[in-house]
C-alpha cells in the first residue's frame, strides 16, 4: 500500500515556464513533508520542506503548498531552469518519534531550453 | 559536494563474500539511517540509529547486518547476498526532533553476481 504518492511519472516544460509536480498522500498522520531532487549516480539532495501547520513555504524559485483537507501538495518551479532536470521526490513523516521518510515513486521533470 | 560520505561508490560481490558499506558525517546529527533504492523505485527504508542505538529495523534479512561505532559513523555489514539485493544503498543522517531534514550520501551501487 503506498502511503505517498506521485501519479506523473513524467513531466516536460519550457525553459522560463513553471513546473508544477503534484504529490498525494493517504497517512492522516504524515505531519512533515519534504521535496527531494535526485540526479542520476547521485544520493537525493533536500529542497524544501512543510509542516502540517503551515499551508505554503517558500524557498527562492521553489514553493511548496500543502492542502490538508485533500491530503496533496505540490512543488512549483517559478522560473524553470535547463538545471532544474531531475527526479523529484515527495517524501512525508510521521509523529516525533519517528522522523524516517516514507518516498513517493518520483517525478522526471525534464526542462527544454 | 555532499556532506554525507559513503564508501565505496561501487561494489561488485558473490554471494559468499562478505564485505561492509561505510557512511560517515561531521554535521554532529544524532539520527543515522540506511536506505536500499532500486532502480526506478523510491528509497525504502532499512534501518534507523538514533543516539547509536538501533531504533528502527523495518524486517530487513539478517543478511544485512548494522552497526553503529560512533556518532559519526554508520557501517552496513553484508553477507550471502542474493542477487535480488542489487540496488544502490543510501546513508542519511538528521538532526534528532521534529522536522529536520535527512541529508544523503551519494550511495553505494552494489551488485550481488
Known amino acids: 500500500d503506498q502511503q505517498v504518492k506521485q501519479n506523473s511519472p513524467s513531466l516536460s516544460v519550457q525553459e522560463g515556464r513553471i513546473s508544477i509536480l503534484n504529490c498525494d498522500y493517504t497517512?492522516?498522520?504524515?505531519?512533515?513533508f519534504l521535496w527531494y531532487k535526485k540526479y542520476p549516480a547521485e544520493g537525493p539532495t533536500f529542497l524544501i520542506s512543510?509542516?502540517?501547520?503551515?499551508d505554503k513555504n517558500e524557498d527562492g524559485r521553489f514553493t511548496v503548498f500543502l492542502n490538508k483537507s485533500a491530503k496533496h501538495l505540490s512543488l512549483h518551479i517559478v522560473p524553470s531552469q535547463p538545471g532544474d532536470s531531475a527526479v523529484y521526490f515527495c517524501?512525508?513523516?510521521?509523529?516525533?518519534?519517528?522522523?524516517?521518510?516514507?518516498f513517493g515513486s518520483g517525478t522526471r521533470l525534464q526542462v527544454q531550453p | 559536494d555532499t556532506e554525507v560520505t559513503q564508501t565505496p561508490k561501487h561494489l561488485v560481490m558473490g554471494m559468499t563474500n562478505k564485505k561492509s558499506l561505510k557512511c560517515e558525517q561531521h554535521?554532529?546529527?544524532?539520527?543515522m539511517y540506511w536506505y536500499k533504492q532500486k532502480a526506478k523505485k523510491p528509497p525504502e527504508l532499512m534501518f534507523v540509529?538514533?543516539?547509536?542505538?538501533?531504533?528502527i529495523n523495518e524486517s530487513v534479512p539478517s543478511r544485512f547486518s548494522p552497526e553503529c561505532p560512533n556518532s559519526s559513523l554508520l557501517n552496513l555489514h553484508l553477507h550471502a547476498l542474493q542477487p535480488e539485493d542489487s540496488a544502490l544503498y543510501l546513508c542519511?543522517?538528521?538532526?534528532?526532533?521534529?522536522?529536520?531534514?535527512?541529508?544523503f550520501g551519494n550511495g553505494t551501487r552494489l551488485t550481488v553476481t
Open positions: 540509529y538514533s543516539y547509536e542505538k538501533l531504533s
Open positions: 517524501a512525508a513523516s510521521a509523529g516525533t518519534g519517528r522522523r524516517a521518510l516514507t
Open positions: 554535521m554532529g546529527h544524532r539520527a
Open positions: 542519511a543522517s538528521s538532526r534528532q526532533g521534529e522536522n529536520s531534514p535527512l541529508h
Open positions: 512543510i509542516s502540517s501547520i503551515k
Open positions: 497517512n492522516s498522520m504524515f505531519d512533515y
